[in-house]
């Protein structure tokens, strides 16, 4: 039997604690949603001010020299490269998730086409499971292309490695996996499913939104091929902040991507009037980015040098433990069934359950000040955040989707809104 | 012969004068350059502390419904429509100038070649004078297109009514040109010149990077078919912010472009393996897009509703007029050198003149506090904001020129920064 009192002695002990206060959280919420917008740094605002008034507003143009805004990708990239098993010059923060897989998917159709052995394949596996964006964005470069690609759709990640095999597997071309999966917060196991890609001669394209941060990643020691991942889930960047791309040394050379912009150019202030790509990681990028949102990035990744992925992913899972026993313990009696994997190589930073009443049952737990989100069909997410989240929050939270249950105090009508 | 007190007047008559109030420029600077980076208007820093402090920071996830983060992008567009000739429902604000760029030339040639009289067309025209990153994003997709498409680069915009005739007219899909020119400031005729286009067979895509905001601009009356633009130059958007396309009602059914992503979706949320486009101006989009920046720019385009497009380009003109004068007065020894069209109906809202040593001469104005820029090659850019810009700024920045150049007070040698 866990209680309240075991909750409040694992907070007084927990080593990451300190780190709250980094964070400005509102009163009387239990935020179990920074899988979909991570917390505000309490630096953000400061930096906003900083930014806004004196580097746009006093020193104007200049500031894309003086103030550093024209290296800003490039600087977030390197503090976002240790979090992720990534060298310093193998990621830049830019553009959106969806158009940096785009870049990553193209690149990886061109490096496979002008690979005399592997010319010939045309197809692109993924999971029906995916996030949705990396599916349509790989409709979308396919249906743009002549040469007959197929994007092919997995009922599960777990046929991977039958399609790989024979005749069939050697017409992969690229495999594109998310790593954490949104909806039911299952991880994979990047370095053995890489190898198996890497055996049957196909590239390999990690989506890292919902493992930046989050979990413990490692880009290279998997030997992956290219990843992308969001900045505005668990590395508290801020809303809808720019995403990054992951493009390992080995493959700079070779990495061509359509959107080829000035600022992927090798003399973008010559005004040459013909494409030069420049060397390294920049070449991942196309135009100018939004240098408010970029600078509140680094308030967000400033938190993570106090810290370690090891120490943050033990509390992680702590925490979905932790969950996961008090939702035994308090709520066998109603019908919520757990998607999210137990064993801990499988699961990633969140718990998801389904509830016949999914969608009305969080907007109950949100108006009672506990957030976590819902995804269809009947998916309630809850997002464990443990640089800002604690074990007696888990608690609560618990304590508070009981009394709905147990209660039935929640609208099975309520309207729904077009983002939870 | 003109004199201060002659600017001085004009300023004390100027119907637009209290604008500069919605603005917080430094002290002691006279800026010149609100065609590479708006000023900051005083709104956005109160503004972002309630996006950060309130709308991120306290409501959290809620926010992208409570706070209308959803909407932001459909916002801005219906603020940026009128000044851009445009319906409320034909702009949305997403994703960087370029990107944009791609989506409309994507767009535009499927709209060509799903034209059986016109499907065989393969040439894009446009001009070497054109801003570079235009260039290279028509050479980025063409790459990956395997019909065979040719970009042909015209000597100049001149040349346009001959590559448009005969056999070489009737291989054109698509001419893309910008409407005033980055480097010259000379504006072209949109209405004529989409009008010959249109005769060739061909679809016009119009950059309006350095025009919205900055003169007037009738998208719908010249019938053009895409544009593109900018929102931190003219728009005072802030540094970097997201830029806008315009897609006419008329060719929103058949618009389709390959940057599919979720936010380009029927029903973003019902997570479907499938992409499928949402109606209307939204099948422009591709991912999230950055919140905070989003937010600035709505006190950028606000500046906008007390003011008309045609006042503004009345004192834009009246302030360049005002320059070239000075120019001629107080300058005519020096070896300046002016490119920009001194016809009204040619001019943008910036003057450009070259001087052999136009870098040192810029960076000795900046020096001394008057901020235009440089653009290779010699060209030093002036830039005329008449939202906060008055005609003594323009004597002033004159009397600091002449000073310079008098004196030949500026380093020959000065070290190039990456971005001035």
């Not at 507003?57 to 098993?85: E, F, K, M, V």
């Not at 790989?164 to 999966?181: I, K, R, S, Y």
């Not at 290279?220 to 508290?236: E, M, R």
Request: proline share 5%; with cysteine; net charge negative.
């Amino acid at each position: 039997m866990i209680t309240r009192q075991d909750c409040l002695a694992l907070d007084a002990a927990d080593p990451l604690a300190p780190q709250r206060n980094a964070f400005a959280l509102p009163d009387g919420v239990i935020y179990l949603d920074g899988n979909s917008l991570g917390a505000r740094p309490r630096a953000a605002l400061q930096r906003a001010q900083d930014v806004i008034a004196a580097e746009w507003g006093n020193d104007l143009i200049r500031s894309w020299n003086t103030a550093g805004w024209y290296d800003l990708p490039q600087r977030l990239g390197t503090l976002i490269a240790p979090l992720i098993g990534a060298a310093a010059d193998e990621v830049v923060v830019t553009d959106s998730t969806s158009v940096n897989l785009f870049k990553a998917l193209a690149a990886s159709l061109k490096m496979q086409a002008d690979a005399p052995a592997h010319a010939a394949r045309r197809i692109i596996l993924t999971e029906r499971d995916n996030f949705p964006s990396d599916i349509y964005m790989a409709e979308g470069l396919i249906g743009w292309l002549e040469r007959g690609y197929e994007l092919r759709l997995l009922d599960s990640w777990a046929d991977l490695p039958a399609a790989l095999e024979g005749d069939a597997g050697a017409q992969v071309a690229v495999v594109m996996l998310t790593h954490v999966n949104y909806r039911t917060g299952r991880m994979l196991d990047m370095k053995t499913i890489t190898a198996q890609i890497h055996a049957a001669g196909a590239l390999a394209i990690w989506d890292l939104a919902h493992s930046a941060g989050a979990v413990e990643v490692d880009l290279n020691g998997a030997n992956a091929d290219f990843a992308v991942g969001c900045t505005y889930k668990f590395l508290n960047g801020g809303p809808g902040a720019p995403a990054f791309i992951w493009v390992p040394q080995r493959h700079h050379a070779q990495f061509t991507q359509p959107l080829t912009g000035w600022w992927a150019h090798r003399q973008p202030f010559a005004m040459q009037p013909a494409f030069a790509p420049v060397a390294g990681i920049k070449r991942a990028m196309c135009g100018t980015q939004p240098v408010v949102a970029l600078a509140l990035i680094e308030c967000g990744l400033a938190v993570f040098q106090d810290v370690t992925m090891a120490a943050l992913r033990k509390k992680s899972l702590a925490l979905s433990d932790l969950f996961l026993a008090l939702l035994e313990q308090e709520c066998a009696a109603h019908p919520l069934e757990l998607i999210t994997p137990r064993n801990h190589a499988d699961r990633g930073s969140q718990v998801s359950v389904t509830h016949p009443h999914g969608y009305a049952v969080m907007q109950a737990l949100i108006a009672r000040g506990v957030i976590g989100d819902y995804r269809e069909p009947q998916v309630m997410r809850f997002g464990f955040t443990p640089l800002y989240t604690g074990y007696d929050d888990v608690w609560q939270a618990v304590m508070v989707l009981k009394d709905i249950l147990d209660r039935s105090d929640y609208q099975v009508d309520a309207k729904r809104t077009a983002v939870t």
